[in-house]
């Protein structure tokens, strides 16, 4: 592991790591689940943490052998009806909606001069951000839209990284997604993983809550 003298920026996920939307995506993709006859399983939740909603969607579809069943017209309807089931889910969240630690690290890291940029496969991120009023702290988000794979392919994070004009070794990666984890380690960032959902893609530093990750801490466990 590089050691944390190294680090100059750190790029966020979003979904599960600054707030909980993760449970409101699991709800909403619940619903779809129903609606095409697949059996939800916590191993599902799971899997769907950090992909984007299309690729969502066919791992859905997939686990209950339905993927054929359906044109991508089709496809293109439930994934909006999903969506905007969604944003009726997160039109309630404010900033006391942050998770416990996080507005903490944000300030420290913002004092202590870190840059910070955001890695989020949701087409919704900015409004989230602007929802939590936490906009100012970041030097600039990906937009998912515009990338050619999305987690676990490295490109998000490599994005992230160029955003804060570092190089990968400089940079620690935060993620509550296996497949977060590993677009993180691919990008050559060292990788900071929050839940249990990380364990399988062996981050370089684990932490079970957000209230656990403070800058104290990441520098303790770096050294
Ligand atoms: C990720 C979430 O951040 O964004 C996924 O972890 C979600 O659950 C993905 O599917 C895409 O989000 P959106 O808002 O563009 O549908
Ligand atoms: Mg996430």
Known sequence: MVNFSNIKGFTFDLDGIITNTAKFHEQAWHETAREVGTVWTDQLATDLKGISRMDSLEMILKAGNHENNYSQEEKIILADKKNKKYQNLIKQLTPTDILPG?????????????LMSIASASKNAPTILDRLNIGDYFKGIVDPASLHAGKPSPEIFIRAGHILGFEPQEIIGL?????????????????????????????????????????????????
């Open 102 to 114: 996080i507005h903490q690290l944000l300030d420290d890291l913002k004092d202590a001069g870190y």
């Open 175 to 223: 993620e509550d997604a296996s497949a977060g984890v590993e677009s993180i380690k691919g990008a050559g960032q060292t990788a900071l993983g929050i839940g249990l959902a990380t364990k399988k893609a062996n981050p370089d530093l684990y932490f079970d809550n957000t209230d656990e990750v403070g800058l104290a801490e990441i520098k303790r466990r770096m050294i």
